[in-house]
T-cell receptor
């Protein structure tokens, strides 16, 4: 069973719009969540982490975590064409162990 | 920022041959990982490695796979013998000791098994 599920599989937003990506976990032991972004032909790069309930904002990116529902989201405001990429949610129990990745959301920002 | 270097970037081999993928992790990192990605889709965990030992491995880490980091040199993934289904992009990642655990990924090694 997939431990980390992401939705939607793909998403298109106009330039300047808001993109919302979702991630849910089936494992209540997961405490550490990361969002990674992968541009075509490159390795994933960490965007931001979230470990506590609530919102965390970094520039145009806001992550939200609800541990009770095991739900994590990423919101990108004022989306830019350079934000077009594959976005992964990754979760870990302790931060020292394996990070389980979701299948990813492919984001396309239309100029 | 910190960089992970992977060599080679692309390798084509015949089924049954051996292949070694090399990873030069971030210099002060102690935890190392290999992930497999097919067709630009899901990142599938293979193995993680710390202090000279495999800490955790997935079902994808078949008996034909092995990892090592002899004397602080490259962290390597060896596949012997290779199979057609091993064709994929393999990503190495490393991270430091903090349990906040950001992974730093290389650019990947694309393996094509014919």
């Amino acid at each position: 069973q997939q431990k980390v599920q992401q939705s939607p599989e793909s998403l298109s937003v106009p330039e300047g719009g808001m993109a919302s990506l979702n991630c849910t976990s089936s494992d209540r032991n997961f405490q550490y969540f990361w969002w990674y972004r992968q541009h075509s032909g490159e390795g994933p790069k960490a965007l931001m982490s979230i470990f506590s309930d609530g919102d965390k904002k970094e520039g145009r990116f806001t992550a939200h975590l609800n541990k009770a529902s095991l739900h994590v989201s990423l919101h990108i405001r004022d989306s830019q064409p350079s934000d077009s990429a594959l976005y992964f949610c990754a979760a870990s129990e302790t931060g020292y162990q394996n990070f389980y990745f979701g299948k990813g959301t492919s984001l396309t920002v239309i100029p | 920022g910190p960089k992970v270097l992977q060599i080679p970037s692309h390798q084509i081999i015949d089924m049954g041959q051996m292949v070694t993928l090399n990873c030069d992790p971030v210099s002060n990192h102690l935890y190392f990982y290999w992930y497999k990605q097919i067709l630009g889709q899901q990142m599938e965990f293979l193995v993680n490695f710390y202090n000279g030992k495999v800490m955790e491995k997935s079902k994808l880490f078949k008996d034909q796979f092995s990892v090592e980091r002899p004397d602080g040199s490259y962290f390597t993934l060896k596949i012997q013998p290779t199979a057609l289904e091993d064709s994929a992009v393999y990503f190495c990642a490393s991270r430091g000791t903090a349990n906040t655990g950001q992974l730093y990924f290389g650019e990947g090694s694309k393996l094509t098994v014919l």
